[in-house]
């Protein structure tokens, strides 16, 4: 399925805001080293840190087939789209 640079700016922001409640998580919850997570804690973790590898690896994906399709190099595609995700609407 072919994406257009405004579906893998989507994809990516998705990614990045899993990803932003990973870090979340860690934070709120401490290493688990010093203080062992419960049970619910783990598995919203888990939960939580799954979804984001999924995104990140989707999103990789599409950028790479977006490339190969308009004949760009992936990494100028993947810097696009990433530059793109973090620029806000005005």
Do not use: I
Not at 49 to 57: N, V
Not at 60 to 73: F, I, L, N
Not at 82 to 88: G, H, L, M, P, Y
């Amino acid at each position: 399925m072919a994406h257009t640079v405004e579906e893998l700016v989507q994809m990516q922001r998705l990614a990045d805001e899993a990803h932003a409640r990973v870090e979340q998580l860690r934070d709120a919850y401490g290493p688990p080293t010093a203080t062992p997570w419960s049970e619910t804690q783990t598995d919203t973790y888990e939960t939580a840190w799954r979804a984001w590898r999924d995104l990140a690896r989707d999103v990789q994906a599409a950028v790479t087939e977006h490339a190969k399709a308009e004949g760009r190099p992936r990494n100028d595609v993947e810097e696009e789209v990433k530059r793109t995700a973090t620029t806000f609407d005005a």
